[in-house]
């Protein structure tokens, strides 16, 4: 990752040196928007290139029993993962879902494909704050939701700023006026595009002080990832890390120095009198449409499916332009 300038901020500057560094060791990170087919095609012209031997995602690592069926031919998108965490009375839910063009799934079946072995990296977090004498049935509506959460970027005050100087009315419309308009030669060349994705997120990251992203399990998260990509360094491996954008920043200042195991808590261990599981169900194109209430969905996700499956057929992405 390349700074143009010595104008961006010192914390981005030394991340950017950091990830240099690791990609002479032969990692490299990807920064996506979950749902976006502009980042799947770069994402799918980016591991052509590099050919990587390990693709690390950003999911729970809880779900990798669940990998052969993923990556089975007749599992066709949308499809998701529905995950519950039982403790005493209390179920806690959650969804982690995949369509044809999300970059993760894109990594999941070029990683079969290729050979490649596939880590999912994250921690499962599912439990609350503790507190007994919540109601259960309230702590399952607040809990069923989505494990892609893109809030933290979309409110960010740097997103808010741009999105006012740009006459954009929205995360999304923002979104796709940066990133999703640009012409298909323009994702083909798939480090300029992830330079620029990291850049937009790291510094929709500096509006969020360390204490408040240890409240929402971002930091106990990130260690996780840092440990599984410590892990894959070790291997001497060419390694692929994706991640939802916000995360890249946090990774690359964790690999500027050795990292510490993950304590034991409430987020990484399951206390004893609770239990987990995962299974593969399937999903539709209304639960991830961001019109309805997925926060970290695209607006309108049949468009964006014809849209990707154009741009796999090699059609012009103009009628993709004129339509945004």
């Given at each position: 990752?390349?700074?143009?300038?010595?104008?961006?901020?010192?914390?981005?500057?030394?991340?950017?040196?950091?990830?240099?560094?690791?990609?002479?060791?032969?990692?490299?990170?990807?920064?996506?928007?979950?749902?976006?087919?502009?980042?799947?095609?770069?994402?799918?012209?980016?591991?052509?290139?590099?050919?990587?031997?390990?693709?690390?995602?950003?999911?729970?690592?809880?779900?990798?029993?669940?990998?052969?069926?993923?990556?089975?031919?007749?599992?066709?998108?949308?499809?998701?993962?529905?995950?519950?965490?039982?403790?005493?009375?209390?179920?806690?839910?959650?969804?982690?879902?995949?369509?044809?063009?999300?970059?993760?799934?894109?990594?999941?079946?070029?990683?079969?494909?290729?050979?490649?072995?596939?880590?999912?990296?994250?921690?499962?977090?599912?439990?609350?704050d503790g507190d007994e004498n919540e109601d259960p049935e309230t702590v399952l509506q607040a809990a069923a939701g989505s494990l892609l959460d893109e809030s933290h970027v979309a409110h960010s005050e740097y997103v808010q700023a741009l999105a006012e100087?740009?006459?954009?009315?929205?995360?999304?419309?923002?979104?796709?006026?940066?990133?999703?308009?640009?012409?298909?030669?323009?994702?083909?060349?798939?480090?300029?595009?992830?330079?620029?994705?990291?850049?937009?997120?790291?510094?929709?990251?500096?509006?969020?002080?360390?204490?408040?992203?240890?409240?929402?399990?971002?930091?106990?998260?990130?260690?996780?990832?840092?440990?599984?990509?410590?892990?894959?360094?070790?291997s001497g491996d060419t390694t692929v890390v994706i991640t939802g954008g916000f995360h890249t920043l946090g990774l690359l200042e964790g690999m500027a120095e050795p990292v510490a195991p993950v304590k034991a808590s409430k987020t990484s261990k399951p206390?004893?009198?609770?239990?987990?599981?995962?299974?593969?169900?399937?999903?539709?194109?209304?639960?991830?449409?961001?019109?309805?209430?997925?926060?970290?969905?695209?607006?309108?996700?049949?468009?964006?499916?014809?849209?990707?499956?154009?741009?796999?057929?090699?059609?012009?992405?103009?009628?993709?332009?004129?339509?945004?």
């Open positions: 990752m390349a700074i143009a300038s010595t104008a961006w901020p010192e914390r981005i500057q030394a991340a950017a040196a950091t990830a240099q560094r690791l990609a002479a060791q032969n990692v490299y990170f990807v920064p996506v928007r979950h749902h976006s087919p502009a980042c799947s095609m770069a994402l799918q012209q980016w591991l052509h290139a590099l050919q990587p031997k390990r693709v690390l995602i950003e999911a729970p690592h809880a779900f990798m029993p669940l990998l052969p069926l993923l990556q089975h031919e007749d599992t066709v998108p949308p499809v998701a993962v529905l995950a519950q965490r039982k403790q005493g009375e209390q179920v806690r839910s959650a969804f982690y879902p995949f369509c044809d063009y999300s970059p993760e799934w894109l990594a999941l079946r070029w990683a079969q494909q290729a050979g490649a072995e596939v880590v999912f990296c994250d921690l499962l977090s599912l439990d609350g100087k740009l006459h954009c009315r929205n995360y999304d419309e923002l979104w796709s006026h940066v990133f999703e308009c640009r012409p298909v030669d323009a994702l083909l060349q798939p480090e300029t595009f992830f330079n620029e994705v990291w850049m937009w997120c790291a510094m929709a990251r500096l509006s969020y002080s360390e204490a408040a992203l240890q409240l929402d399990d971002t930091v106990a998260r990130e260690a996780c990832m840092l440990q599984h990509l410590q892990a894959a360094i070790a206390s004893k009198d609770s239990s987990s599981d995962a299974w593969l169900i399937r999903y539709s194109f209304d639960r991830l449409d961001a019109l309805n209430g997925y926060a970290s969905g695209m607006p309108s996700p049949q468009y964006y499916q014809d849209q990707w499956q154009a741009m796999q057929q090699g059609q012009s992405g103009s009628d993709f332009l004129a339509l945004q």
